[in-house]
Structures are given as C-alpha cells and as structure tokens.
Nanobody, 118 residues
Framework: QVQLVESGGDLVQPGGSLRLSCLAS????????MGWYRQAPGKQRELVAT????????NYADSVKGRFIISRDNSKNTVYLQMNSLKPEDTAVYYC???????????WGQGTQVTVSS
C-alpha cells in the first residue's frame, strides 16, 4: 500500500509559477513510475507528466511541454511538478499517481487545487 500526499496548490496569476510536491509513504518508492494528472471542472482526468522509477525518462502532455518539469528525489520519496508560464486553462485539481509497473496497480493522492486567474 502506498499513500500519497500532495501539496503546493494555490491561486496564481497568469504567467506565474508554482511547484507541486507529492510525498509517498513506503520504502519501495524508487520502484514506481510516478505521474501527475489533472482534472478541470466538467472534464475528464488527464495525464500531465510521468517520470520513470530512476528518473531518467519523462513524458509530458503536449499542452504543458516546455512549461512544466517533473522530477523526483528518491531519497526523499518525493516527486515534484514545476509549473511555469501558467495559463488559466491550467486551472484544475492536480493528482499525484504512483504506478507499480510489475502488477499494474495505481495509487492516487487526494489532489491539490491549482487556480490560475487574475
């Protein structure tokens, strides 16, 4: 069982930056592919970015490429999402995801609200 706790969501003006953090419980964090997803009101949850267990491979949604950076610190059981040049359409609840590749089990955090508005 993995528990995920996100933090860092806030209200920010367009063009601003935020860094989200996700702290994972358990000693096997380095074995999980980690990801960030988001869900805006009235829309389906969508992939934002993922990072491989070792941190060498990342993947981004086209809508955030060049603006967002996912990273992880396995010594701290934490994954980050640096969000730059934020736009109003980035407004959503952001969820942290842990994916056990061996058995295809996914774990989710409770979400953190990001609002981009002037």
């Amino acid at each position: 069982q993995v528990q995920l706790v996100e933090s860092g969501g806030d209200l920010v003006q367009p063009g601003g930056s935020l860094r989200l953090s996700c702290l994972a419980s358990g000693s096997i964090f380095p074995l999980y592919r980690m990801g960030w997803y988001r869900q805006a009101p009235g829309k389906q949850r969508e992939l934002v970015a993922t990072i491989s267990p070792g941190g060498r491979s990342t993947n981004y949604a086209d809508s955030v490429k060049g603006r967002f950076i996912i990273s992880r610190d396995n010594s701290k059981n934490t994954v980050y999402l640096q969000m730059n040049s934020l736009k109003p359409e980035d407004t959503a609840v952001y969820y942290c995801n842990a994916h056990n590749i061996a058995n295809e089990v996914h774990y989710w955090g409770q979400g953190t609200q990001v609002t981009v508005s002037s």
